[in-house]
């Protein structure tokens, strides 16, 4: 047996990518119509930016990140998430002066060295929106109105949206004196790492994977306590979400695996995944600008798993986009023509109309069968007979139907009834 890949990866293969292609071409209909412009950034970064930001007690720096020395010794890692390479970037480049309020979305791979399950590998990919300049509770709706928008044009339609607070940073240290009182009773129990947790950063004692942790923990986990600006704030986001019809959930006690999280927090769950049912997530983060040093502004963003959303679609039912027929092949009746219906592939490219063609001089009905695949909505069939008569044989594979089409016509024929975006 040959190479394969590496555990944890996958290959995208062409037909799994219609669905993909499906995936990322509505978050960048959907983020450009509600104001956000893309962003891309380096799949590697300095290992200090993560552990800044996402906190040096989270597993996913202790144990999820892909983090080595470069050949000059500087410490790197693969991305773990995205919040924190556009927060760099932000602050690198200075967008806080040149654009003030800044939108942004990304697509693009991340990776945790965690162990491979259903819909979570260790190169993965997610979509995400970032929300830079505004502490504004109207931001946070807009956020998670867009999360809800994306997902459901997807096809994830039965959903629930669970919104909660963490507070401020004086909310949380007084949640997390809390919490570790009503811990400390049951410290015999947990694990080893779970008792310096509690030491450390309390809260990760509700990221653990052991099942008695996490049933202790959760079983004495409350709503954060918040003081009166944040539970304003945090009002605001719920009367925004139920004026603008967004079914949410505020009974549920959670809080997000990051440090770097203040005041609103959300989480989108789907029917059919079982345990691991989390499509999306985010939250705010007013804190995580100025300690990677920029300005102290308001933040919120959230991220969504590819493979999850698909995962999610293909669960509930949603069927696997067909693709429309488009475009043209052209058919040609021995290998002497193969340079003429080049020509003419090559004129309809640079019109914009999708076109492609047969080079091994293959049987006809192989080429019909090429086209087909193709799901080309046009063959153009190019023999001796039609180069004497200086007219291509047009067959339209959706009505049936052939016709003779002068040469000299033939290239603008195809533009006007595929439309020039064919390819788009």
Not at 24 to 49: D, F, K, N, Q
Not at 137 to 152: F, K, M, Q, S, Y
Not at 350 to 359: E, F, H, L, N, S
Request: net charge neutral; glycine share 8%.
């Amino acid at each position: 047996m040959g190479f394969q890949t590496l555990r944890g990866t996958t290959d995208l293969l062409p037909d799994e990518l219609t669905r993909w292609s499906k995936v990322e071409h509505t978050v960048r209909r959907l983020a450009r119509l509600y104001g956000y412009r893309e962003i891309r950034t380096p799949l590697i970064e300095e290992a200090s930016l993560f552990l800044r930001s996402v906190g040096e007690t989270t597993d996913i720096v202790q144990k999820e990140m892909f983090r080595f020395a470069d050949r000059g010794g500087q410490e790197i890692v693969l991305r773990p998430e995205g919040t924190a390479s556009v927060v760099r970037a932000y602050v690198e480049h200075s967008l806080d002066k040149t654009e003030g309020f800044a939108k942004l979305f990304y697509l693009g791979a991340m990776f945790r060295a965690e162990r491979p399950q259903a819909g979570r590998y260790r190169q993965f990919h997610q979509y995400g929106v970032e929300a830079i300049g505004s502490s504004s509770p109207w931001t946070d709706v807009e956020v998670i109105a867009l999360c809800v928008h994306i997902l459901r044009e997807c096809g994830v339609t039965d959903i629930s949206v669970w919104v909660a607070s963490m507070g401020c940073r004086k909310d949380q240290a007084r949640s997390a004196e809390e919490l570790r009182q009503q811990l400390e009773p049951h410290k015999s129990t947990l694990c080893q790492e779970c008792r310096a947790r509690l030491e450390r950063n309390v809260f990760r004692v509700l990221d653990c994977k052991q099942p008695d942790c996490h049933a202790i923990a959760w079983k004495n986990m409350k709503l954060f306590s918040l003081c009166d600006e944040c539970a304003v704030h945090f009002d605001d986001v719920r009367r925004g979400l139920k004026e603008n019809g967004i079914a949410f959930d505020d009974t549920q006690s959670f809080a997000r695996g990051l440090d770097y999280y203040t005041g609103t927090v959300f989480e989108v769950r789907a029917k059919g995944l079982g345990a691991q049912d989390a499509v999306a997530a985010g939250g705010r983060y007013n804190h995580l600008v100025e300690e990677l040093g920029g300005p102290a502004v308001g933040a919120v963003g959230f991220a969504a798993g590819i493979e999850r959303v698909l995962m999610a679609a293909g669960h509930q039912g949603t069927k696997t986009p067909t693709t429309s027929r488009r475009g043209a092949y052209i058919a040609v009746t021995n290998a002497a023509l193969i340079g003429h219906g080049f020509q003419f592939v090559q004129q309809l490219r640079q019109r914009g109309v999708c076109a492609t063609m047969d080079y091994e001089a293959k049987s006809l009905k192989s080429q019909f069968r090429e086209a087909d695949k193709a799901q080309a909505q046009f063959v153009a069939i190019l023999g001796e007979a039609e180069v004497k008569q200086r007219a291509v044989t047009l067959k339209d594979l959706e009505k049936g139907n052939q016709e003779a089409i002068p040469f000299d016509s033939f290239v603008d024929t195809l533009v006007q009834r595929t439309g020039s975006s064919s390819c788009h």
